[in-house]
Nanobody, 126 residues
Framework: QVQLVESGGGLVQTGGSLRLSCAASGRTLRSLTMAWFRQAPGKDREFVSAISRLGITTRYTDSVKGRFTISRDNAKSTVDLQMNSLKPEDTAVYYC???????????????????WGQGTQVTVSS
């Protein structure tokens, strides 16, 4: 079993930055493909970014390309999401997710992810 705990959410103004972090336990992080999803009120949970097991390959949804950066530290069992130039439409609960399988590029399909964190709220004010 894998436990994922997100942190770093909060309230920020348009154009600001936040850094989300996901701490993993229960399984060696390098055995997991990791991703971030988000869910805005009244909307489905959507893919944001993913990173391969060794951090070699990353993937982003189009709306965050050039603004968000995913990274991982397997030694510390953490996965981060640096979010810059935030917009009101980025407001959502952000979830960390882990996939036991390995695909290249890492999968963006929600159903492929086996473990989920509880989420952290990100609110961007206009």
């Amino acid at each position: 079993q894998v436990q994922l705990v997100e942190s770093g959410g909060g309230l920020v103004q348009t154009g600001g930055s936040l850094r989300l972090s996901c701490a993993a336990s229960g399984r060696t992080l390098r055995s997991l493909t990791m991703a971030w999803f988000r869910q805005a009120p009244g909307k489905d949970r959507e893919f944001v970014s993913a990173i391969s097991r060794l951090g070699i390959t990353t993937r982003y949804t189009d709306s965050v390309k050039g603004r968000f950066t995913i990274s991982r530290d397997n030694a510390k069992s953490t996965v981060d999401l640096q979010m810059n130039s935030l917009k009101p439409e980025d407001t959502a609960v952000y979830y960390c997710a882990a996939d036991r399988s390995s695909t290249s590029p890492p999968t963006s399909r929600r159903d492929d992810y086996d473990y989920w964190g509880q989420g952290t709220q990100v609110t961007v004010s206009s």
